[in-house]
């Protein structure tokens, strides 16, 4: 089993609706959570932090659930410049691991 | 400012042949680590340089492969004797301070091994 999971998707939301998915973490020493994006082709880029009391940025929300070991992250009202791939990084003992990621396609 | 570079942007070889991949962090950082990604899958950590500290090599998936940071700057990533299963994109972070610091990618180089 890997270490972080991700459902690939991909998920297809028209613009303006609401999308979410997780990523589950296996070790439950995990100390810190990340979002980075992912454009087609191009190098990954920090979306935002995950915080244990959850936080927001703008459209964006993530979430950190450490009883069922998982974050999540929701985007509301999307723009078709959402679409691209989400991947979820956690770190222990200095170790980043990252999720192949969550595709994520918005249409018009 | 500048970015982190990485050279060249793409790169093809031939099976057996040496290859190395170079990595420019943004001036400054202090981290910097190697990433493998191969078409629809995550990113593998191969290798972490901090400061003056010894690199760790744990995600070095062979003795083929080899890193060094020169002057706590640029980097270079060496593959020996490549094999078709190292054709992936290889991508440099680095960061100011350590791993819970934001990671700045460059923009990668792909690999294809024939």
């Known amino acids: 089993r890997k270490e972080v999971e991700q459902d690939p998707g991909p998920f297809n939301v028209p613009e303006g609706a609401t999308v979410a998915f997780n990523c589950t973490y296996s070790?439950?020493?995990?100390?810190?959570f990340f979002w980075y994006r992912q454009d087609c082709r191009k190098e990954p880029k920090l979306l935002m932090s995950?915080?244990?009391s959850g936080n927001e940025d703008g459209r964006f929300t993530a979430q950190l659930n450490r009883a069922s070991q998982y974050i999540s992250l929701l985007i509301r009202d999307s723009k078709l410049s959402d679409s691209a791939t989400y991947l979820c990084?956690?770190?222990?003992?200095?170790?980043?691991?990252f999720g192949a990621g969550t595709q994520v396609v918005v249409t018009p | 400012g500048a970015g982190v570079s990485q050279s060249p942007s793409n790169k093809v070889t031939e099976k057996g042949k040496d290859v190395e991949l170079r990595c420019d962090p943004i001036?400054?950082?202090?981290?910097l680590y190697w990433y493998r990604q191969s078409l629809g899958q995550g990113l593998e950590f191969l290798i972490y340089?901090?400061?003056?500290?010894?690199?760790?090599k744990s995600g070095l998936p062979s003795d083929r492969f080899s890193a060094e940071r020169t002057g706590g700057s640029v980097s270079t990533l060496t593959i020996q004797r490549t094999q078709q299963e190292d054709s992936a994109v290889y991508l440099c972070?680095?960061?100011?301070?350590?791993?819970?610091?934001?990671?700045?990618f460059g923009p990668g180089t792909r690999l294809t091994v024939l």
């Open positions: 340089f901090q400061g003056n500290s010894a690199p760790d």
């Open positions: 995950v915080y244990s």
């Open positions: 070790n439950s020493a995990s100390q810190s």
């Open positions: 001036s400054g950082h202090t981290a």
């Open positions: 972070a680095s960061t100011p301070g350590g791993e819970f610091d934001e990671q700045f």
């Open positions: 990084v956690v770190i222990r003992w200095g170790k980043l691991q």
